[in-house]
């Protein structure tokens, strides 16, 4: 009976892990997307709604269309690699909200925000996409979910439906929020750790290269978000133990690999 019980668990857990398409680790994901995504999206609405939204500038397009490349690589990237439909749920989304804060952040679902204040450091459309390959690549690889403790999801868990509906669970949508980078908001900033940043640096260098940025440029972006910040780093990034040289080393060694990977995707001039 012992025995029954136990691989019953493990079967338990092994469906509620989830493989990252990038690294073919097993990740732990006890909140299905079906029942993040709406909680999300919900958030997001609720954040454009009491934040001053930029339309029509050539910065607010400039988003759109880096996320819009950023988008279409990672589909692409997810697809050659065997996992079409990774991401059916997504309803990407791009917007360049008027605010002084350093930061960017991507929502499950593809839901992205970018603060004007980051422009300044961003300085080229390839440097938004450096930052936008990294802010995707935490969303793609479930760092948020991975981000809430193990009670805060279940709890999550058991008012996610009633949420999506309803959108009364205050508490609730701040949890979500909060682990999903709505954090400053709520006066609240979960970091990420050291791997999740590692490896969203990883895997955004090369969604940037496959979208036809040129990756070598991720390394310069850091070196200025490490000049710019005078040894303060903004808010996303404050939480990244990697230090700023072990991440510029690791991006400037990891931009040839960027570029033979796009290659293979037929991309071989980059912007
Ligand atoms: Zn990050």
């Known amino acids: 009976m012992r025995k029954i019980l136990a691989s019953l668990s493990i079967l338990l857990l092994m469906s509620c892990g989830a493989t990252n398409p990038f690294t073919g680790k097993k990740t732990l994901s006890l909140v299905p997307n079906s029942q993040i995504l709406p909680m999300a999206f919900q958030q997001y609405n609720q954040f454009l709604g009491e934040n001053k939204v930029v339309k029509g500038t050539s910065d607010a397009e400039m988003i759109k269309r880096v996320g819009q490349k950023i988008a279409k690589a990672s589909e692409r990237y997810l697809n050659a690699r065997g996992y079409a439909g990774y991401l059916k749920d997504y309803r990407w989304e791009y917007n360049l909200v008027q605010d002084e804060t ?13 603060y004007t204040g980051i422009l300044p450091i ?24 991975q981000r809430m403790s193990a009670g805060k999801i279940q709890q999550v868990a058991g008012a996610a439906t009633a949420v999506a509906i309803s959108g009364k669970d205050q508490q609730t ?22 791997s999740h940043e590692t490896e969203a640096d990883e895997i955004g260098i090369l969604l940037m290269a496959i979208a036809g940025y040129n990756p070598d440029e991720a390394a310069e972006l850091w070196k200025r978000m490490k000049t710019n910040s005078g040894g303060q780093a903004p808010p996303e990034f404050m939480s990244t133990h990697p230090s700023s040289d ?26």
């Open 102 to 114: 350093v930061n960017a952040w991507c929502m499950p679902g593809g839901k992205i925000v970018f």
């Open 122 to 145: 961003a300085k080229t459309e390839t440097g938004i996409a450096a930052i936008m390959g990294h802010e995707v690549a935490h969303a793609l690889a479930n760092h948020g979910q």
């Open 173 to 194: 949508q701040q949890i979500v929020g909060t682990a999903f980078g709505l954090g400053s908001q709520f006066g609240v900033m979960l970091p990420f750790s050291r």
């Open 246 to 271: 072990t991440r510029i080393a690791n991006l400037t060694a990891w931009a040839p690999g960027a570029k033979a990977e796009a290659k293979k995707f037929g991309v071989t001039t980059f912007k």
